[in-house]
């Protein structure tokens, strides 16, 4: 094809919507325009680069195309193909697999040869792919290094349920800075041998870092043909990889912020930390987080406010109980520890509705967000000082979302708890055409509207071992893509030292505030820097307890709820469908070992205790003369001890 073709206008509503090639927003309704580069999977056909098919893609490299016309949905089948299903199934991990687009339909209209596109491809802005795995294995950095054989293995499970795990073996696996990307998966080859993936590390050995390759031999000598070998060269393959970041300069900076926005009148987000805790140094700069109410006002706010204080408490003990350890605490346990106190917060709330008699879209929730950068001290030599392990830990459960920026890339870390999301994984649709549903927003989890037992957090474990911001938000701000719309116009400016992260957070909220307008915005944003110039490590030594805490000021209605007055419940969230699917979302509360568990209830013993001071604080009020029965503000919820809270016998 001799010219370019034209980009049309991803507004449906746009009067003139075509528009030159290059142009970065529609001339005529300053919509931004979408590049959507697509990877066509090898039919058998060579297609010419210049190609322009179907009046709609364009071939602009070997099998990469670029959708012009991005606003109209791609050709699919009525009945999905059996050949896409592990791509389906595999959504969660879209953080490194690809997603389903459609299909073209190539050649004679009578017998045309079906091309199967992808998106979420590790294909650039400007459409050039990633490298290979292989090529840029012998350049990177030793921890690089190491955190990309963390990856492989912790993908080789969850790929080989699906019998594609040869696809890590392959020239598709791509490399995008610290992230593993898959640009297809091989759907011939569908061995799943452990001997391979030795086999393929093996050869990685003479082109790795020279003190890096006896550990990797000897964890490659532990792989076997049995299914738990990867599980025993976990914690080997952990502590090389610890041992590494260790040697890197950590430190961080990190604000939040919450606003009502120009449209509700009550807040139902709460988030940590805030301009005010970030006096106290409490738990600063370690945990980040933001819950966002649902329920209505009168139960959202109290939801999310109560989460988050009864979380940071918990999650002091789990520091101060990883700050005695001798040895390292493992990733798996950590997640188990995490998943234990959102469940034992989950029921919390759960108590409180059951006590109330809410029920369905009645009963109060929060959505929740969560990221802790664990100070585990790793020690890599007898002679050495005991450094941050770099860990960071990222917990969801709803619809609050957390993304890494760096210079060049904005990468969603979790996956929307919604019914498109969900249909996507169970294989029922694409997920461009779960879309379509009008209940795809609705929430399938949240904390507090059912019990424990009935929800499934998403816990993932990374490593910081690059400049970057950390980006925790409601849908208040991530609603129609905001934040991958805007975030080269303040991250560059923020690296650069010409923008603070107070300002970044304030411009994020006034965003939010402007472009969507119709709920409340939370934002945390931390920034973490690698480089020799920051000596500033986190560690953590000692920790200490938490201060009594100012909760913020709530509204009448929540107080009456909180308080036991027989109000209405109103303004519920008429998107949450937490009742949808349930067996889908059900996991057995599991016991967890390791960690010393009285560490934990001694953090629920003192929410008990302050609760029951404020309860007989109240009660002493009522009796007094001339007494007001609704105290003015909320010191600290009533806490109910969690092996009271009723566990439904269908686990």
Not at 80 to 109: A, C, K, M, S
Not at 268 to 279: F, G, I, R, S
Not at 552 to 569: H, I, R
Request: charged share 20%; proline share 7%.
């Amino acid at each position: 094809m001799s010219s370019t073709p034209l980009i049309y206008c991803p507004n449906i509503n746009c009067p003139d919507p075509a528009n030159s090639w290059g142009r970065q927003e529609c001339e005529a309704c300053q919509t931004k325009l979408i590049y959507r580069y697509l990877w066509a999977v090898d039919a058998g056909v060579e297609i010419p680069v210049g190609e322009f098919l179907g009046d709609r893609y364009y071939v602009v490299a070997p099998q990469v195309w670029l959708d012009t016309k991005p606003a109209q949905p791609p050709f699919m089948y009525e009945e999905l193909p059996e050949n896409i299903t592990p791509y389906l199934h595999l959504y969660p991990h879209r953080l490194h697999t690809p997603g389903v687009y459609g299909f073209y339909q190539y050649g004679e209209e009578a017998y045309p040869t079906d091309i199967l596109l992808l998106d979420n491809v590790p294909l650039d802005s400007q459409g050039q792919l990633f490298p290979t795995f292989v090529e840029a294995w012998p350049t990177a950095t030793p921890v690089r290094q190491v955190y990309w054989l963390w990856q492989m293995m912790q993908l080789w499970k969850p790929l080989s349920k699906e019998r594609v795990a040869f696809s890590l073996l392959t020239n598709s696996l791509r490399v995008e800075g610290w992230r593993l990307r898959l640009l297809e998966l091989d759907l011939q080859n569908r061995s799943n041998k452990h001997r391979d993936l030795r086999i393929f590390w093996s050869n990685l050995i003479p082109t790795a870092h020279t003190h890096i390759q006896q550990p990797l031999q000897e964890i490659c000598q532990m792989i076997g043909d049995i299914g738990e070998s990867l599980e025993a060269i976990a914690p080997k393959l952990n502590q090389l990889l610890l041992e590494q970041a260790a040697q890197l300069p950590l430190s961080a900076e990190i604000v939040g912020a919450t606003d009502t926005g120009p449209v509700r009148l009550h807040n139902e987000d709460c988030c940590y930390p805030t301009e005010q805790d970030l006096a106290s140094k409490q738990l600063v700069p370690h945990l980040a987080m933001i819950c966002d109410g649902v329920g209505g006002h009168d139960g959202g706010e109290v939801a999310s406010q109560l989460a988050v204080q009864s979380i940071k408490r918990l999650v002091q003990n789990l520091l101060t109980e990883v700050a005695q350890q001798q040895d390292l605490t493992s990733p798996d346990l950590v997640m188990k520890q995490l998943e234990e106190i959102i469940r034992v917060v989950n029921n919390m709330i759960a108590t409180e509705n059951n006590e109330q008699g809410r029920e369905s879209r009645q009963r109060m929730g929060t959505t929740l967000v969560m990221a802790l950068q664990l100070p585990q001290q790793v020690k890599f030599s007898p002679q050495s000082n005991p450094n941050n392990a770099h860990e960071l830990y990222i917990a969801n459960l709803g619809d609050s979302r957390a993304y890494w920026l760096t210079k060049n890339s904005c990468q969603l870390l979790t996956v929307d708890d919604d019914v498109a999301s969900r249909e996507t994984r169970l294989g029922h649709c694409l997920y461009w055409q779960a879309l379509q549903r009008r209940d795809a927003g609705a929430l399938t989890q949240a904390l507090g509207t059912r019990d424990g037992e009935f929800i499934r957090p998403t816990i993932q474990r990374f490593l910081i071992e690059e400049e970057g911001l950390l980006l925790l938000c409601s849908d208040g701000l991530s609603d129609n893509d905001w934040v991958e719309k805007s975030w080269s116009e303040y991250t560059s400016k923020i690296f650069r030292g010409e923008f603070s992260l107070k300002q970044a957070v304030e411009y994020l909220i006034e965003l939010a505030n402007q472009k969507n307008g119709h709920d409340n915005t939370s934002v945390v944003l931390a920034h973490y820097r690698i480089s020799p110039e920051q000596l500033v490590l986190l560690n953590n030594p000692t920790v200490k307890p938490l201060e009594k805490e100012v909760m913020p000021e709530l509204s009448e209605a929540s107080k009456a709820l909180l308080y036991g007055d027989d109000n209405d419940v109103s303004g519920l969230k008429p998107e949450v469908d937490l009742d949808s699917n349930p067996d889908s979302e059900v996991e057995a509360m599991g016991n967890s070992s390791g960690l010393r568990p009285w560490m934990f209830m001694v953090g629920l013993l003192l929410i008990l205790f302050v609760g029951a001071v404020v309860a007989v604080w109240r009660n002493w009020e009522n009796f007094r003369p001339n007494s007001n029965n609704t105290p003015e503000s909320w010191e600290s919820p009533m806490i109910p001890d969690p092996s009271e809270v009723p566990v439904s016998p269908d686990s």
